[in-house]
DNA sequence: CGCTTTTGACCAGCGC
DNA sequence: GCGCTGGTCAAAAGCG
């Protein structure tokens, strides 16, 4: 049936909201670029063509699912690349506005079983040359995909740490080569290994200061 | 040797 | 019920 409920439409919310609680290392992601991997030694040198890509232009991207506003629309999509804290587009919009090549994608996966996670999912489009972004968590490769109307496969991650149950999905989008998709899954219960180091000596050295 | 990646198989949800 | 699709599993291979 082509009834897909209009999602409610996700109200603005500011920055702050957008990062994943409990995810510092997303503090670093509103720049140009989200630091990479591998990114120091393969500097990303890409121009910008699309300054403001549309959602629609990709249908192999679960943007339905991505955006779905369900528990007062916790899932929200930030595009890192040019806008950062930018939502690019609500899922009401999506459906109204859903073209032939995506509608008859997206309405099984509105309502398929991704829709039973409730865990808050958070996307993000990067501009990047690598599939993989260094947020500071250990990540492991559970299984990867090839997506219907995309040229390019998409990867699942699950985090590492023995009591998270974080997952991530990577994609790069056929159409923008360029721009890799991120998305969450779920909130990291423990903390950013990689922030905890840096900032270990700091929180020491500050506390020796202030006894003074 | 332990951890990660790869990859084919399997399963579940959906439309027809 | 069947086929399509996305998500996950798990054995094997690869790597440091």
Redesign the pocket.
């Known amino acids: 049936?082509e009834g897909q409920e209009p999602l409610p439409p996700l109200s603005l919310i500011s920055s702050p909201l957008l990062l994943p609680p409990q995810n510092p290392s997303f503090l670093f992601a509103p720049s140009a670029n989200f630091p990479s991997s591998s990114s120091s030694s393969t500097p990303n040198t890409n121009p910008n063509p699309n300054p403001n890509p549309n959602p629609l232009d990709y249908p192999?991207i679960?943007w339905i699912?991505l955006l779905s506003a369900q528990a007062g629309g916790r899932d929200q999509t930030m595009d890192t690349s040019t806008k950062p804290n930018t939502i690019l587009q609500n899922s009401a919009a999506l459906s109204a506005n859903s073209g032939e090549e995506n509608k008859?994608?997206n309405?099984?996966?509105a309502?398929?079983?991704?829709?039973?996670?409730s865990r808050p999912r958070f996307a993000f489009q990067t501009r990047s040359a690598d599939d993989?972004l260094d947020d500071g968590y250990?990540?492991?490769?559970?299984?990867?995909?090839?997506?219907?109307?995309?040229s390019y496969p998409?990867?699942?991650?699950?985090c590492?740490h023995h009591t998270c149950n974080v997952?991530k999905?990577v994609q790069r989008l056929s159409k923008d080569t360029s721009i890799v998709v991120t998305t969450y899954?779920g909130i990291h219960n423990h903390p950013c290994e990689k922030l905890m180091e840096t900032l270990t000596p700091l929180l020491r050295q500050m506390q020796f200061l202030s006894r003074f």
Request: no cysteine; charged share 45%; hydrophobic share 20%.
């Open positions: 049936m192999e679960d699912g008859g994608n309405k099984r996966r309502v398929g079983k991704m829709r039973k996670a993989i250990r990540w492991r490769k559970y299984g990867q995909k090839a997506v219907k109307n995309s998409r990867s699942y991650y699950r590492t997952k999905q899954e």
